[in-house]
C-alpha cells in the first residue's frame, strides 16, 4: 500500500503546519489558512510581521469570494450579514 500527498496539494504540504505557516501563500496552498491563523500567527512573536500582513490578505479573501458566496445563500439579509460578521471576525486579534 502506498499513501502519496494529499491530492490537489503540493507534495510540500505534506510537511504539515511547519510547512503551511511559514507563509501565507503556503497555508493558501495547503489549505491550511485558518489552522495557521488560530494555532500559529495568533500566538507567536516571532510571526508578528506574518500575522499582520496575514490579517490584510485573510481580508483581500474575504472580499474576492463575497460575491461566490453571496449566490450561495439564499436571498436573507439576515444570512449575508451573519456571514460576513462571522469572516471579519476572523480579522480581530483574539484576546
Given at each position: 500500500?502506498s499513501?502519496?500527498?494529499?491530492?490537489?496539494?503540493?507534495?510540500e504540504?505534506?510537511v504539515?503546519p511547519?510547512?503551511?505557516c511559514?507563509?501565507?501563500?503556503?497555508a493558501?496552498d495547503c489549505g491550511?489558512?485558518?489552522?495557521?491563523?488560530?494555532?500559529?500567527?495568533?500566538h507567536?512573536?516571532?510571526?508578528?510581521l506574518v500575522?499582520?500582513?496575514?490579517?490584510?490578505?485573510?481580508?483581500?479573501k474575504?472580499?474576492?469570494?463575497?460575491?461566490?458566496?453571496f449566490?450561495?445563500?439564499?436571498?436573507?439579509?439576515?444570512?449575508?450579514?451573519?456571514?460576513?460578521?462571522?469572516?471579519?471576525?476572523?480579522l480581530?486579534?483574539?484576546?
Open positions: 500500500l499513501i502519496g500527498p494529499t491530492i490537489g496539494y503540493a507534495q504540504c505534506a504539515g511547519e510547512y503551511w511559514k507563509s501565507f501563500q503556503n493558501q491550511g489558512l485558518q489552522h495557521c491563523t488560530d494555532t500559529v500567527w495568533n507567536d512573536q516571532k510571526y508578528e500575522a499582520s500582513s496575514t490579517a490584510c490578505q485573510w481580508c483581500q474575504i472580499f474576492e469570494n463575497t460575491h461566490k458566496g449566490e450561495e445563500l439564499d436571498d436573507s439579509d439576515d444570512a449575508i450579514i451573519f456571514t460576513l460578521n462571522s469572516e471579519c471576525k476572523s480581530l486579534p483574539k484576546p
